[in-house]
């Protein structure tokens, strides 16, 4: 339920909103793809924009595309966001990476009351894709690895229960890593990599490329083909019906704007 001020969470909305049109322009720029995930492309399926309580904005990318953003990011962001990775914030736990913003700080549930020591603006994140054959091998030894790399992974909102241990998680990481065939094969699924434990989703290729555009807060950014699908794969409800007031969960326990 939301516990944040409208007003604030708005405020930061349009502060994330200035972070993808930064980053989008960087993605044109050396013509990377990437495209709206999980509740960023929910909302503006249903709401053309954010969900009203969200508190975050998702993005994928292929993982080529993923690897060279990651080696220009620093480069080319502006001083409001912070690139942020293993690497480049030696506290922060996650595999995954974040855009960061300089402007307004978030607290998450799972961070409240404890001293991370990591950057806490708020967040778009982003996450590298994959592609397996399909079959009913892969599958299981994708969800089985998902599995796995939840159990050793730091506590977050997705992971309550998880153990961080790097070392392990890096090895089943690169278990799915090694099995990636490619784009070319129409008949191939498109998988997370893992280094985001949340949903093991699973997606046609076909139905996800080429990309299309839709609008999204009064502007065109890049979705699945077939976004339909996309969150079908993702939503086990019907993900066009608004949840009751006690569903609509939120990242934030707190979220302060740096005037």
Known sequence: MLTID???LREAQLIMLDMLVEFDAICKKYKLQYWLDSGTLLGAVRHQGFI???DDIDLSMPIEDYMKFQQIAQDELSDNIFFQTRKTDKKFLFD?????SNKASIVEFHEQGREVGYHQGVFVDIFP???LPNSEF???YYNEIFKLIRDTSAVSLHTPNGKN???VRAKLLESLSLMHEGWENEEGKVIYGGEMPDVAAWFDIKEVFPLKNITFEGLEFPMPHNPEHYLGSIYSFN???LPPLDKRTIHAHKISIKY
């Open 96 to 100: 995954y990476i974040k855009l960061r």
């Open 138 to 140: 892969h599958k299981n």
């Open 6 to 8: 409208s007003k604030v």
């Open 52 to 54: 009203p309580w969200d």
């Open 239 to 241: 993900f066009m019906e």
């Open 129 to 131: 894709m994959f592609t």
């Open 165 to 167: 241990m790097p070392k």
